[in-house]
């Protein structure tokens, strides 16, 4: 027979015990109140999390008919991401008053999206190519406005430029070279009222290089292996997003699930984004995750 102590602490612990039993019913039941909602509205949600963002798309490739097909269909499926295209017939606007008739076709028709700008290729081998013939390749595609496409009422004309090969360590002289060509583009009268001037370091820039009058800035363009190593110092720079634009290829094709997460992520550092999984000619033709990274786009 249990003294009546023992049978008192019995009591107590089967107390306990209970106690113990409704905590841990009532917080898995908790738990689940808080989780299964979560669960249901999260995977939604992620989308949200880009910030609004344009293409910057290379165009490289010669002109054939069919060549840009896939950018056509792009274009036609998605009217509501806006493109910023670069045209480069020949390394820049080649050696003639304008472009071949291929060319003049297929960007009469590009030009004829309301959600496309065409900017011009020019390269200035970091601030060394002489200088009046990068204000001859400006007047050059300055010059494509007069000329009319002849499937439709499109023009060629131009909305800016792109300067490939611009220096990112400051010295006074790459500073007034920069300057100038800036310039040029402001004065250019055949380009559209937009006037659009981007530069294309690669890397991050001496900030007194970083002209007001350069409207975007691709401040990375290397490798997704590159990307990552170099992410943590990247999106801890202060800068302004709508300014600055990546220019990521070489994506693993495999085993790259979520590329609409990658995508909002760098949304986050740059307003101007293009991501390609070609490891080679990336510019020259269209990698197999293009359709899926326009489709991905914050807008
Ligand atoms: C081009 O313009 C002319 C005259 O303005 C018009 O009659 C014609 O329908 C236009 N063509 C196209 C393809 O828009
Ligand atoms: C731009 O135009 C201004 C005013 O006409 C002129 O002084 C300047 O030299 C021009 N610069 C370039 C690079 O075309
Ligand atoms: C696209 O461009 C149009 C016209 O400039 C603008 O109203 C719209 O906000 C832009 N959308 C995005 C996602 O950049």
């Not at 113990?20 to 509205?41: D, K, N, R, S």
């Not at 800036?182 to 009268?189: D, I, P, R, T």
């Not at 002209?211 to 943590?232: G, H, K």
Request: overall charge negative; proline content about 6%; some cysteine.
């Amino acid at each position: 027979m249990e003294a009546p102590r023992d049978i008192l602490r019995r009591k107590k612990r089967v107390r306990q015990r209970k106690l113990i039993i409704v905590a841990v019913v009532t917080t898995l039941a908790i738990l689940l109140a808080v989780i299964i909602p979560l669960a249901v509205i999260l995977p939604k949600d992620r989308q949200s999390k880009g910030l609004s963002s344009i293409v910057l798309l290379p165009l490289y490739s010669y002109a054939e008919p069919e060549a840009w097909k896939p950018l056509f269909e792009v274009l036609d499926a998605h009217a509501d991401v806006n493109f910023t295209i670069i045209v480069n017939p020949f390394n820049g606007p080649g050696l003639t008053q304008y472009p071949e008739n291929n060319f003049v076709t297929e960007i009469g028709k590009l030009n004829a999206y309301e959600n496309v700008r065409l900017v011009g290729y020019v390269r200035t081998t970091w601030a060394t190519r002489d200088l009046s013939t990068v204000l001859a390749d400006i007047s050059t595609y300055s010059g494509w406005s007069a000329l009319e496409s002849f499937d439709d009422n499109s023009t060629i004309a131009l909305a800016g430029i792109f300067f490939d090969e611009t220096p990112s360590i400051y010295s006074p002289e790459a500073a007034a070279y920069l300057g100038t060509i800036n310039q040029a583009v402001k004065n250019a009268s055949g380009l559209l009222p937009e006037k659009l001037i981007i530069h294309n370091p690669g890397t991050t820039i001496d900030p007194r290089l970083d002209d007001l009058s350069t409207d975007i800035t691709v401040i990375f363009e290397s490798s997704y292996q590159d990307y990552r190593e170099r992410e943590a110092i990247l999106s801890s720079l202060p800068k302004d997003r709508l300014r600055c634009s990546y220019i990521i290829h070489s994506l693993p094709s495999k085993g790259f699930r979520d590329l609409g997460k990658f995508v909002d992520s760098i949304s986050v550092q740059a307003g101007a984004l293009f991501v390609t999984d070609l490891d080679e000619r990336y510019y020259k033709s269209f990698g197999s995750n293009w359709e899926t990274f326009v489709s991905v786009m914050p807008t």
